[in-house]
């Protein structure tokens, strides 16, 4: 324990700590303030070196495994400090101490002085039972520990902090960080090593059959080189999936992050039909890279193998190659159009069954299927222009070669200019090159599907690298509580620059236990003011300030701590979760128990005891589309109860109370002036 004591990094020096373990340069407040709380804090200073800090959520009895396999981390040790643990192999840890040097620490040791503090409080009982247990004295330290180990294993244990980069981060570290430059690297190498071997025992065989008899060294020879084959193909295989794996996990990371952090007038710009096209569009981008790109990025290695054995013959493979390129780019520009098509008409399909009951409505019958007529007129025709492009393409491209290769060759070995062993080698090459032009040909659809499928969804994957606005890190003694709470001074906001303002020059002085109720026409720029307050958008001019700290001191985490808000029911949304995840999205999942029974006494409070005695499963119950179906009333209280829990300085009600009737109302409005210490209510007038 002096020995662990020694190599933590007390609280005080946490962004030197995160600096050295990340090997990235920290901010001078970090090093300078000697007062921070460590524990607190944590994941804060962590996006200020674009990584995430992940609290684990862990046991003392699975500690020593989360050890090992989540470094780097952050492990509050007692009152000593915090271990820098910078990676782990079997049953050892490497941990960066203050001046800055690794030492070789055996799991068994941290675990035993995390345990320390609770092995403290029942050491004596244990001691005093074995006592009168009749075990004897050499055997009872043993027992002792496996006693104390057992009784604590279950416990659980949350100073634990595991850091990864940002999901926003630089590509290239990203792919690092997910073994996708390491595994694809020994894909290449594996798989060329591959075909080299496959190269020299053609040339081996060329040169027995070509000789006319058997000689049992080369014979021998070509046999160990078919064996050598089958461990470099395993390794192929085996490190295709794990690039598959990695760069499916970072696709899958990056994109969601890039969705959280789109724009609410991007999100209007979309239909639910562009939506789902987007979704399917990166899950085919996912699986079309990792088929079909791996096979042609391991076609081009084949060829560029053949074009070193063909010799003379690699200007012919050089043309044949741009012959490809320009069939190959005629295709891409029809399968864009086609799936430009493909997408419209899924949307137009999703938009017509969302509004389906409309439809059956207001509309003539004899127009329900007329734009879907004329959408299907148009996708057959692109369709049958991709196919003629693809026919060439899969069709031409490896027999052509083939033949104008064989052609080629042919005349050479006619007039007997060429040795036999060369012609083997120039019979391999040609081949190697054919199978090569061959799973090209055929990847082909897969890499114009991976590429049309980049185009759609590259503005997800660069909204994840937006930058957050952070804000400055405050101690908890720094933290005012301010009699003002929300000061905004003319405030001025348009949706587009040429525009007429939504708002203009609005003001508003918020103190703490204020009822406000905002009433207005409908397109009278009250919920974007809501979304100012919240920090949903910003305003274009003016000031606002919350606690009397603007928005880049705050930073966008701390502002939505301040205030909660509940949008108006269309762009509220029950998710196909359990009835707690829905009601404690603001909070940190999974929940706490005391998170669990906060949350059924604010739904009982609203009037919601009844749906909860209804339901099998209470709180954990699945609701949302694929679940227990909610009324609209229903899901009126639930957005309510959402933004109560957050326990926010300021809670805002977009219309929220509009579903609910005169007894449930007057309830909801109960339950909220008494949870809400200050609280904005819109609505019409």
């Known amino acids: 324990m002096d020995r662990l004591s020694d190599l933590a990094w007390p609280a005080s020096q946490l962004g030197e700590a995160l600096s050295a373990l990340l090997s990235k340069p920290a901010p ?7 007062d921070r709380k460590g524990g607190a804090w944590i994941e804060h200073f962590a996006k200020h070196f674009d990584c995430e800090a992940e609290r684990l959520e862990t046991t003392l009895s699975e500690l020593r495994s989360e050890l090992v396999s989540a470094a780097p981390l952050l492990l509050k040790l007692g009152d000593s400090g915090f271990l820098a643990v910078v990676n782990g192999r079997k049953q050892h840890v490497h941990v960066l ?11 068994d040791q941290i675990c035993r002085a995390v345990r320390e503090p609770a092995e403290r409080s029942i050491r004596p009982e244990l001691e005093q039972l074995l006592a009168g247990s009749g075990i004897a004295k050499s055997k009872q330290g043993r027992t002792l520990n496996l006693l104390l180990e057992e009784h604590l294993a279950a416990r659980p244990f949350r100073d634990c902090w595991r850091l990864r980069l940002s999901a926003g981060a630089d590509t290239a570290g990203l792919l690092a960080e997910a073994g996708a430059i390491r595994n694809g690297a020994g894909l290449l190498v594996s798989h060329t090593a591959q075909y080299l071997l496959w190269l020299a025992s053609w040339a081996i065989l060329g040169r027995l059959s070509f000789n006319g008899h058997l000689d049992r060294g080369w014979l021998l020879a070509w046999a160990l080189l078919l064996m050598t084959l089958i461990p470099f193909r395993l390794l192929t295989t085996w490190r295709q999936g794990l690039f598959a794996i990695g760069v499916g996990g970072f696709l899958k990371r990056r994109l969601l992050a890039g969705a959280m952090r789109l724009a609410p007038e991007e999100m209007r710009h979309c239909g639910v039909g562009s939506f789902l096209g987007q979704a399917l569009e990166a899950e085919a981008l996912e699986s079309l890279a990792l088929s079909g790109g791996i096979a042609g990025l391991l076609a081009t290695i084949e060829i560029a193998v053949s074009a070193f054995v063909l010799g003379r013959l690699a200007i012919l493979l050089l043309l044949w190659c741009a012959l490809t390129a320009f069939l190959t780019w005629r295709f891409l520009r029809s399968y864009q159009r086609w799936t430009d098509a493909r997408m419209d008409l899924t949307q137009d399909l999703v938009e017509s069954m969302v509004g389906h ?5 207001q509309q003539p019958k004899e127009e329900w299927h007329t734009a879907e007529d004329q959408a299907l007129d148009g996708y057959l025709a692109v369709s049958r222009q991709v196919d003629n492009c693809g026919t ?3 069709g031409v491209v490896p027999r052509g070669w083939l033949l104008v290769a064989l052609a080629s060759l042919a005349p050479s070995i006619v007039a007997g200019k060429a040795s036999t062993t060369e012609t083997a080698i120039l019979l391999g090459g040609i081949l190697l090159a054919y199978t090569a032009f061959h799973r090209m040909a055929a990847s082909f659809i897969d890499i114009a599907g991976c590429w049309v499928a980049w185009i759609r969804i590259a503005p997800l994957f660069r909204a994840a690298a937006r930058p957050e606005v952070l804000g400055e890190i405050a101690t908890v003694e720094e933290q005012h509580v301010a009699e003002k709470l929300i000061e905004a001074d003319r405030l001025s906001f348009r949706y587009r620059n040429e525009g007429n303002p939504v708002l203009q020059s609005c003001s508003l002085l918020i103190r703490r236990g204020d009822r406000i109720l905002l009433e207005g026409p409908s397109g009278g720029g009250k919920t974007t003011f809501a979304s100012l307050l919240s920090g949903v958008r910003q305003p274009q001019s003016g000031l606002l ?15 939505r701590q301040c205030v909660a808000a509940a949008p108006q029911f269309h762009e509220n949304h029950i998710l196909t979760e359990t009835l707690a995840f829905n009601l404690l999205m603001g909070r940190r999942w999974p929940p706490t128990p005391g998170d669990m029974e906060e949350a059924e006494s604010v739904c009982r409070e609203l009037g919601l005891g009844d749906l909860l005695e209804k339901m099998p499963s209470g709180l954990l119950q699945m609701v949302g589309e694929g679940g227990w179906q909610l009324s609209h009333g229903e899901r009126s209280r639930v957005y309510i109860a959402r933004a109560l829990l957050q326990n926010a300085d300021l809670v805002v009600l977009d219309e929220s109370f509009a579903a609910l009737d005169p007894e449930n109302l007057e309830t909801a409005l109960e339950c909220t002036l008494r949870r809400a210490e200050t609280a904005m209510v819109i609505a019409h007038p």
Request: aromatic letters at 8%; proline letters at 5%.
């Open 97 to 107: 101490s203050p001046d800055r040097t690794l030492h070789n620490i055996h799991v």
């Open 357 to 361: 009951r409309t439809r059956l409505a």
């Open 392 to 394: 060439w393409l899969i």
């Open 545 to 559: 300030l919350v606690n009397g700290l603007d928005r880049q001191t705050l930073g966008i985490e701390r502002w």
């Open 28 to 34: 001078s407040e970090f090093i300078q303030n000697p």
